[in-house]
């Protein structure tokens, strides 16, 4: 059945659907979304609700610009919902008589009535309007899923930066069965993550009209916008730029690692800028790129090759990517070889990427090198410590403080965007060469090895701790550690897959386990200070045994890199900001990813 067989099928039955759309109220059919606009949902949009005596009022921030586009607006329940509530509402009905029915049935002034049609939408288009909110209610079943990609492009192309398209999934059967097809939720939250939106809210529910084989889920997706200008700038570059190489979503995604898990090496320079070590970014990209080159999946049109990719870089095949990190060590010909690769990245990087990410309609760098890179301090270099300074001495990168922003807190949904555009590109550049490689095989390629969840190191320590006289205790609870016992995550390795020594703490299995993936609260922070410092000292840096006290210079690489540490890594003040730069970080992963909170350690 084509699209036009199905306005037939609902031109035949006006009266009879009508009835029953107008049988339930909005905000029964629709609870998920009356919620998330009544701001009772923690959604990332800022929609608020104030009351009147008499009514209430739903409004958006920018009360100038209250625009809703009801697509299948069937009855016009919906649209005189919005209506009432005071957005300005396109109402795109393909059946004309059914939209003969619903402006009938509600003559508001705020409504504006269209009748057009998916896939094309040609009418609504041609408006040149955005919309704060585009819903779709019991329509996408009605799309084939060959045009659903399309169809989903031309909604996000109609939604404004901060605007939330909303589509509830009906399944079961339908009263014109051959029109539907199969939904689901994982079909939208795919389309979302290549066209960068986020889910903002998701909830399963019965039907209204008490069908017992009918069931709905409801899927609400936000386009972020930081009110900075910085997340549209992004989606330009990452879908729209012209792009002959992978170059400048490499140099984005490098920057994207750098802001969720080595933040702490960042410098503000000013009011609004921030500098990144060229040599931290130069680690990242070769760490990138590595399974990449060594898979021989192509990364550009042109066929000569990648200029970074020479002797060196090669040198380093059997270096293993959980090697290349703040704190490594390389010895003799690696180190030797990593220092070139390097140098060789820092400089495409700079004569790349960096010079042509621009701004719109302009010839301005968004990304700008300063310094050179600096010639290796060991001079015969047989060896290399990746400290914070040698990473500074190839030069800095400076980004803007609103870039910068939105990709600390943004990085959860913009590196799949990324990834996707990348692997897209390169399925395009390889099948120009007469390869056939699947999208899933070079997602798979472009998977960022997070460190191995071992806690190994800790777990020896604090049993040689023990079987020298030194008292261990539960970190969360006090409780004296004797023989059984677990090693925590700080912070959950769900969440933040963070292996790092001041990460890694002695528990309690039986308190391990009830904190489980849950985030500590400030109080149980607060109360264990004492016993987390007492733990570092004994188990790193005052330790009787030699061994552990190698891993004291690892522990203070480790934090600066990974925590907002702002003092001298052999200042007194050291533990005390380190434990003020967890409480930070807390408070990030709160804000950032609504982890549930964990305060009972008995």
Known sequence: ????????????????????????????????????????????????????????????????????????????????????HGYDVVAV????????????????????????????LHKTIRLGMSFDLILLSAVWMHIQPQDRPRVFRKLVSLLKSGGVI???????????????YPVSALELEKLAVQHGLIVAAKENGEDRLGRQDVTWQTVLLQLPDDGTGALPLLRQIITKDRKSSTYKLALLRCIVRIADSAAGLARFTGDDTVAIPMGLLALFWIRMFKPLVEQDIPQATDRR??????????????????????????????????????????????????????YPNSEEQVFKVEGRTASHRAGSATFTGITSEYLWSFGEMTIPLNIWNALVRYAHWIEPSLLFEWSELMQQYAQSRGIDIRLDQLMNALKWLDPERDTSLVRTIVQ??????????????????????????????????????????PTKAK????????????????????????????????SERVENR???????????????????????????????????????LKQNQNLPDWNDAC
């Open 464 to 505: 040689n701790n023990i079987a020298d006289g030194i008292p261990a205790h539960c970190i969360w609870s006090g409780e004296a550690i004797k023989k059984t016992f677990a090693v925590d995550h700080c912070f959950p390795f769900s969440a933040y897959p963070c292996n790092d020594l001041w990460n890694l703490l």
């Open 166 to 180: 909303a589509i509830s999934l009906r399944n079961g059967p339908h009263r014109i069965a051959e029109s539907t």
């Open 93 to 120: 009905e393909p059946s004309p008589l059914l939209m003969e029915e619903a402006k009938e049935r509600h003559p508001h002034k705020n409504i504006h009535w269209l009748q057009d049609k998916m896939p094309d």
């Open 511 to 542: 308190v391990n386990l009830a904190k489980s993936d849950k985030l500590v609260t400030s109080d149980t922070l607060a109360e264990a200070r004492d016993r987390m410092e007492t733990w570092w000292q004994n188990a790193y840096f005052r």
């Open 305 to 358: 090759g990648l200029g970074f990719v020479k002797a060196p870089f090669n040198q380093l095949r059997g270096v293993s990517p959980f090697e290349l990190k703040v704190g490594g060590v390389f010895e003799g010909d690696n180190a030797w070889a990593l220092h070139r690769a390097l140098k060789d990245a820092a400089d495409t990087i700079r004569k790349m990427p960096a010079t042509y990410i621009t």
């Open 1 to 84: 059945m084509n699209y036009d067989d199905v306005i037939s099928q609902y031109n035949s039955q006006v009266k009879e659907l009508s009835a029953r759309y107008e049988s339930v109220r909005f905000e029964d059919v629709h609870p998920c979304l009356f919620r998330f606009l009544s701001g009772i949902s923690p959604a990332k949009i800022s929609f608020a609700l104030t009351e009147s005596a008499k009514s209430t009022k739903f409004i958006t921030p920018n009360q100038n610009t209250r625009t809703t586009l009801d697509i299948g607006a069937g009855s016009g329940r919906d649209s005189a919902w919005f209506a009432q």
């Open 550 to 588: 190698l891993y004291a210079e690892r522990f203070r690489r480790e934090a600066l890199a990974s925590l907002p540490l702002e003092v001298d890594e052999r200042s007194d003040a050291f533990f005390e900001n380190l434990y003020e730069a967890i409480l930070l970080k807390r408070v990030f």
